[in-house]
């Protein structure tokens, strides 16, 4: 049992390439979340969805895209990278039920130069 | 708005020394609250939460955690610190339906041996 995986764990991009990363989680959980990690900051809901097929935005959805194709696949897009991306973006995911804890996976650390 | 604080930067303790990291809530009707602890280059754990029920909420690692609706706190305790405790822990509340949380922006533990 896996829990939740992400890839690539880290890129650097140039201002104005894209990008995809993806998540993958093997609970069978509905719910899943994409945040941006920022010092000082602490986490900020960027997409999530509710269901396969399912999508809303965030916080902070600007300049991102996501889908859910299959249910245990969740990925986040960047179509035109900004140095203001720069981050660490974790997946999360979750059962249905209210007060469900998150489970996180290890995160990858994007740098836009 | 429903939100979390976590207001000290940083909390330093000596090893065997009880550790305290604060957290207050702003969140309508009956809250969730969530523990999280961040290890360095890793993704969020979950530690404990409270639903409902008794005040005293114990969870992983000797952690426990106390709610006060008086004082609209969640405060993270344990009573003898580890070097190992060492990390950057974020408490965290529903910021509507669907699951999603809203996170504070994290304390540093620092335990000096």
């Known amino acids: 049992n896996a829990g939740v995986t992400q890839t690539p764990k880290f890129r650097v991009l140039k201002t104005g390439q894209s990008m995809t990363l993806l998540c993958a989680q093997d609970?069978?959980?509905?719910?899943m979340y994409w945040y941006r990690q920022d010092p000082g900051m602490g986490l900020r809901l960027i997409h999530y969805s509710v269901g396969e097929g399912t999508t809303a935005k965030g916080e902070v959805p600007d300049g991102y895209n996501v889908s859910r194709l299959k249910k245990q696949n969740f990925l986040l897009g960047l179509e035109s990278a900004a140095p203001s991306q720069t981050s660490v973006y974790f997946c999360a995911s979750s059962y249905v039920t209210g007060g469900n804890e998150q489970y996180f996976g290890p995160g990858t650390r994007l740098t836009v130069t | 708005a429903q939100s979390v604080a976590q207001p000290e930067d940083q909390v330093n303790v000596a090893e065997g020394n009880p550790l305290t990291v604060k957290c207050t809530y702003s969140v309508s009707g009956n809250p969730y609250l969530f523990w999280y602890v961040q290890y360095p280059n890793r993704g969020l754990q979950f530690l404990l939460k409270?639903?409902?029920?008794?005040?005293l909420v114990k969870g992983s690692y000797g952690f426990e955690a106390e709610f006060n609706k008086s004082q609209t706190s969640f405060h993270l305790k344990k009573p003898s610190a580890l070097v190992s405790d060492s990390a950057l822990y974020f408490c965290?509340?529903?910021?509507?339906?669907?699951?999603?949380?809203?996170f504070g922006k994290g304390n540093q533990v620092v335990v000096i041996p």
């Open positions: 965290a509340a529903p910021l509507g339906g669907n699951n999603r949380l809203a």
């Open positions: 609970m069978n959980h509905e719910y």
């Open positions: 409270y639903i409902t029920g008794d005040n």
